[in-house]
């Protein structure tokens, strides 16, 4: 089998894009907002309810994002759009990369801050593995690039529908309709 793409985006592969983009873009949000909420209430009630929220949505991104690689490593992609020259191909394919590399990144300094902190829980009771031992002067400066890295995130999500609707109302090609149904 090696060698051949598959002409289009399985089932899976494109549940999971829009499944994994939904729980992204509100994670971002909800992440600025809880901070910054936590910070101005001295982390009352509702603040610790996004904290736990978040936690427990992050860290499903997380095996999401790693069953979305899987598949992808399995089952490949289909070729680029013929309507694509070299430069856009290469684009792409560097944000895609980076994108993956970030969606991982993000979740995993989000987990190893909570756990260096000592608030590794999540809804249900549940609590995730720990990773680091407690160390909060670490935790802090880790969550601190869990921040910086989300930013560079939002970045590249936004050069990501930026390109999606230029090709979709401007170039009027195929690339976006490959990720729908
Ligand atoms: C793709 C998944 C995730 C995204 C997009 C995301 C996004 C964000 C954003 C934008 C912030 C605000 C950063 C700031 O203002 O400095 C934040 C804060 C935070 N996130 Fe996440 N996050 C994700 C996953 C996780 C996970 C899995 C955990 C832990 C298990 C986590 C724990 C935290 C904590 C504790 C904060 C507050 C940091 C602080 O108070 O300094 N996040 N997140």
Redesign the pocket.
């Known amino acids: 089998m090696a060698g051949l793409r598959p002409i289009a985006y399985s089932t899976t592969q494109k549940a999971l894009h829009w499944i994994i983009a939904l729980?992204?873009m509100i994670?971002?949000p909800v992440?600025?907002y809880?901070?910054?909420r936590?910070l101005a209430t001295n982390f009352d009630a509702l603040t610790d309810r996004l904290?736990t929220a978040?936690?427990t949505f992050?860290?499903l991104?997380?095996l999401l994002v790693i069953l979305r690689i899987v598949v992808r490593v399995r089952r490949g992609t289909p070729a680029p759009e013929p309507t694509l020259n070299r430069l856009q191909i290469i684009a792409a394919e560097a944000v895609h990369g980076l994108i993956y590399v970030l969606?991982l990144m993000?979740?995993v300094l989000?987990?190893f801050?909570?756990s260096a902190?000592g608030?590794r829980g999540?809804l249900g009771g549940f609590s995730?593995p720990e990773v680091l031992g407690k160390d909060t002067l670490l935790a802090?400066i880790i969550?601190?690039y869990?921040?910086v890295a989300?930013?560079g995130?939002?970045l590249l999500i936004g050069a990501h529908i930026g390109a999606a609707v230029l090709h979709h109302f401007i170039l009027k090609d195929g690339v976006v309709k490959r990720m729908l149904r």
């Open positions: 729980m992204v994670l971002l992440g600025f809880m901070k910054d936590g904290y978040h936690k992050g860290a991104v997380l969606l993000v979740p989000g987990w801050g909570v902190y608030a999540i995730l802090e969550l601190k869990h921040g989300a930013i995130l939002l």
